[in-house]
Structures are given as structure tokens and as C-alpha cells.
């Protein structure tokens, strides 16, 4: 592209030099040439006067007397009436330029000039022109290469940019070229290494929330699973009512995987219900009991009964089973979970005789990445994102012992019959 690009732009200027050059040259030749005539007419029309005024005032007129008023360069020839013919100066050779003259009395005046001296003219006036021609085409010639850099360049670039597009790498390079199209191009490119950095973004950060949404029902199956194994031969019953919960569990599972296919406030926020918070509560201690049994802890419920919140109850249950689990990977002693009521929210607290959260930590963990045990430090985060996408909130209440409070609207109405 740069070498069409500098091979056009010299064409170009090489036609217009070619044109202007030749008419330049032949325009000024003319005038060289009838410049020439002019003078050769105007030295004889003076030498003619000076012969006049020479016989006016009774002098001799001979080639002595008047050489002095001839021109070196030309050739001069004087015919005076009566007279003998009398010459000044050199003869030009083949080709010559004549001005004649004649006076009032007769006297007739020839000047001749040599035809090289307009060649020699004409001459350097050609090479003033082809040095100009030189100088203009070397100036068109770097313009050029300046110009299919600056055009050639930025497309090298965006050329490369969209390549990295395409690989995988989404950084936008901010780069401007100074051409409002290239620039254009750039800004629309940066716009789609944005918007796909951010679509890329998304996809992780759905993957690593499926990753902790999806553990903590798998955690709570895979101990009911257990349950029925250990319990199969000896108790019928317990292996009824394990499997129902199990079931349930795969229901919560379930849940869990449409409402990440789902992932936007809007479409959660449709779905939420006024629920009973109680049950929600008392299925988590009931799920989690096993494990904290197998861990020798306990889990206790406790707080003011029979209230209502406006949420999603999949969604609510999977916060709350966060922070149980949360608190059994991390804490020590009894967990608790206690309601209570806030005004026009419901709160439940969950809570644990552990060492609780370092206060350099405080509440950044609930960003995603912090974590103060080694862990992804994701659990936390999500659970928050869906706590307020249920129009609620998640906080840490107290550093030691660790409060954890989930605050959800209040249902004041009651349940339908």
C-alpha cells in the first residue's frame, strides 16, 4: 500500500512538472526571443539618432566616430545617403537576430545579434526550470513517503488490534492517528475491546459463582447421600425422609442453575414472593446438622418466630447456606442463626464462637479474591450480590465473635388460606 500510495503521488507530480514545466519552457523562450528583437530594434533606432545629431551639427560620421556608440556584442551596418556603407563589430555567424532603423534624412541603421545568445538564455532558464523540477520532485517524494507512513501506519495498526480481537485480547489500545476516519475506526475498535473485555469478564465471573453456588447444594446432597447409605439397612424410615430431603436439595440445585442463566437483578427481583423465613431457617439447620455433628459443633436456631420476608427463597437459602458453611470451615463452637426484627426488615443473624475476622480484612470480605483462609474469597461476594438482588443487603455486623446479618424486606401481609 505504501508503494502505491508514493508511486501515484509522484505520478501525479511528475504530470504537472511535465505540463507546466514544457509550456514554462516555451513560453519563456519567446519571450528570450522577443526580447531580442526588441533590443536589437531599440539599439538601432539609437544609433540612428546619434547619426543624425552627428550630421545636425556638421561632424563626420565613419565607423571611428560611431564605434563608440555601437555595441560591442553586435553586429552594426550604417548607409548614409551618398555614401559608402560602413560596418561596426563582428559578424554573427548562420543564425542572427536583426533590428533595422531608419532615420528622417535616410540614414538606415542594421544591428545583428548572435541567435546563441537567446540559446544560452534559453539555455539557463532550462536549467533553473529542471533544478526546480529536481528540488520538487525530491519535496514530493519524502511528502509522500511522510503521508503512506502516516496513512499505511495507522491501518498496520488497526490491522494488528483487530488480530488481537480476534486471538483473545481484549485490551483496548487508545491510540489516535490524527485522521478522523482512522481515528473513527480506532474508537469503534476500543468500543468492541471494552465491551468484549467485559462480556469475558462476565463469563468468569458466572463461572466462578457457579463454581461456589452450585458446591455448597452439592456439599448438602453429597451428606443426605451419606445419611441414606449409612442408614439403608437399619432404619426405612430415616432413609424416606433423607431422600426427601435430598430431593429437595436437587430442587435448590436446580434453582440454583436456572438463576445463573438467568444472571440479572431484574429477572430475580420478578420472582420474589413473600415467604415464610422460619422455614427457610430450619431447613438450613436441619441440612447442616450432619456436618456439624460430624464435626463435633453444633448448629442452633433461635429469634422471634413466625416472620415474613419479600425475597426469592432459593436465593435467600443459598446466602444463608453460605455463611453456615462459612462459619464451618472458618469458625469454631456453635453456630447460630437468630431472626429479629429491624423496623420494616427481618434480619437473621448467623453468628459463631470463632475467632471471627481480622480487623485488617473488616468488611473488604466481602470483595471478591479477599479471603483471609486461603480460600477463593468468592463466597462472600456472591452471596452478597444476591442478597441485594433480592432487595436486601449482607453485612458484617461484628469482627469478634463474627456477626454476619442478612437484612431482608419485611412481609407484613399474612399468608393466604
Not at 503521488?9 to 531580442?36: M, N, P, R, Y
Not at 490491522?159 to 483496548?172: F, H, K, Q, V, Y
Not at 475506526?185 to 461456589?212: F, G, K, N, Q, Y
Request: charged share 25%; with cysteine; glycine share 8%.
Amino acid at each position: 500500500m505504501r508503494r502505491r500510495l508514493i508511486n501515484s503521488t509522484l505520478a501525479v507530480v511528475l504530470v504537472v512538472i511535465a505540463v507546466f514545466g514544457l509550456s514554462l519552457v516555451i513560453v519563456e523562450a519567446q519571450a528570450i526571443e522577443k526580447s531580442a528583437h526588441e533590443s536589437t530594434r531599440s539599439e538601432a533606432a539609437r544609433i540612428v539618432a546619434v547619426v543624425e545629431a552627428r550630421l545636425a551639427a556638421g561632424e563626420t560620421v565613419s565607423a571611428g566616430t560611431l564605434r563608440s556608440a555601437a555595441p560591442a556584442d553586435r553586429y552594426v551596418t550604417v548607409s548614409l545617403p551618398g555614401q559608402r556603407t560602413f560596418a561596426l563589430g563582428e559578424k554573427p555567424g548562420d543564425g542572427y537576430i536583426e533590428g533595422r532603423a531608419t532615420g528622417t534624412d535616410g540614414e538606415r541603421v542594421v544591428v545583428q545579434q548572435s541567435r546563441s545568445v537567446v540559446s544560452d538564455e534559453v539555455g539557463r532558464i532550462l536549467v533553473i526550470i529542471l533544478v526546480l523540477a529536481l528540488v520538487t520532485v525530491i519535496a514530493a517524494a519524502v511528502l509522500a513517503v511522510r503521508q503512506a507512513r502516516r496513512v499505511a501506519t495507522p491501518l498496520t495498526d488497526l490491522a494488528e488490534t483487530a488480530e488481537r480481537l480476534g486471538s483473545g485480547d481484549p485490551r483496548p489500545r487508545h491510540r489516535r492517528y490524527g485522521v478522523p476516519e482512522l481515528d473513527r475506526v480506532a474508537d469503534v475498535l476500543d468500543a468492541s475491546a471494552e465491551r468484549i473485555a467485559r462480556m469475558i469478564t462476565a463469563e468468569r465471573r458466572l463461572a466462578a459463582d457457579a463454581s461456589h453456588q452450585l458446591r455448597t447444594p452439592l456439599t448438602a446432597l453429597s451428606m443426605r447421600l451419606e445419611e441414606i447409605v449409612e442408614t439403608a439397612d437399619t432404619d426405612p424410615e430415616t432413609v424416606k425422609e433423607e431422600a426427601a430431603i435430598a430431593l429437595a436439595q436437587v430442587e435448590r440445585l436446580t434453582e440454583v442453575v436456572g438463576r445463573l442463566l438467568t444472571n440479572s437483578r431484574d429477572a430475580r427481583s420478578g420472582s420474589a414472593v413473600g415467604f415464610d423465613l422460619d422455614e427457610v431457617v430450619l431447613q438450613q439447620v436441619e441440612e447442616w446438622r450432619p456436618a456439624y455433628r460430624g464435626a463435633g459443633r453444633a448448629i442452633v436456631h433461635s429469634g422471634k418466630p413466625c416472620l415474613r420476608a419479600v425475597g426469592t427463597p432459593g436465593a435467600v437459602a443459598t446466602v444463608l447456606a453460605t455463611l453456615v458453611e462459612n462459619s464451618l470451615m472458618h469458625g469454631d463452637g456453635t453456630v447460630a442463626l437468630r431472626t429479629r426484627v429491624a423496623g420494616n426488615q427481618v434480619v437473621v443473624e448467623v453468628t459463631d464462637e470463632g475467632q471471627g475476622v481480622s480487623p485488617e480484612l473488616g468488611s473488604r470480605v466481602f470483595e471478591r479474591t479477599v479471603s483471609g483462609r486461603n480460600s477463593t474469597g468468592l463466597g462472600l461476594a456472591v452471596a452478597r450480590d444476591l442478597a441485594e438482588a433480592d432487595g436486601g443487603r449482607l453485612e458484617l455486623l461484628q469482627l469478634h465473635p463474627p456477626v454476619f446479618a442478612l437484612f431482608l424486606s419485611r412481609d407484613v401481609q399474612p399468608p393466604a388460606d
